[in-house]
């Protein structure tokens, strides 16, 4: 059965750091793109990085693009997402999905129906 657990999440200050982790099981990192998106009150979900073991690709959105690094611990199988100089608007749900797509591209990860496998999410809140 194929399972992504998130964790991490929390409160921090703006200007802080915080890193999100999405383990997986069922399926190992080799064969499977990890995505995280997000979802603030009100607003769409939003993809904001993505990354295949596979080729090396990732993928980051502007609007984190400098600031968040996502990484691949496929030991573990477990993708990290170090997020800094955090902002407010960065306060919103967490998710991480699976695809076993090999690259990591805007219009890819931004299409939700891509990523079949999703974990439960977890809060980011960064108050100001």
């Known amino acids: 059965e194929v399972q992504l657990v998130e964790s991490g999440g929390g409160s921090v200050q703006a200007g802080g750091s915080l890193r999100v982790s999405c383990a997986a099981s069922?399926?190992?990192?080799?064969?499977?793109?990890i995505a995280w998106f997000r979802q603030a009150p009100g607003r769409e979900r939003e993809g904001i990085s993505c990354?295949?073991?596979?080729?090396?690709?990732?993928y980051y959105a502007d609007s984190v693009k400098g600031r968040f690094t996502i990484s691949s611990d496929n030991a573990k199988n477990t993708v990290h997402l170090q997020m800094n100089s955090l902002k407010p608007e960065d306060t919103a749900v967490y998710y991480c999905?699976?695809?076993?797509?090999?690259?990591?591209?805007?219009?890819?990860?931004?299409?939700?129906?891509?990523?079949?496998?999703w974990g439960q999410g977890t809060q980011l809140t960064v108050s100001s």
């Open positions: 990354i295949s073991s596979s080729t090396g690709s990732t």
């Open positions: 069922g399926f190992t990192l080799d064969d499977y793109a």
């Open positions: 999905a699976a695809d076993n797509t090999r690259w990591c591209y805007s219009d890819y990860v931004q299409s939700m129906e891509n990523w079949g496998y």
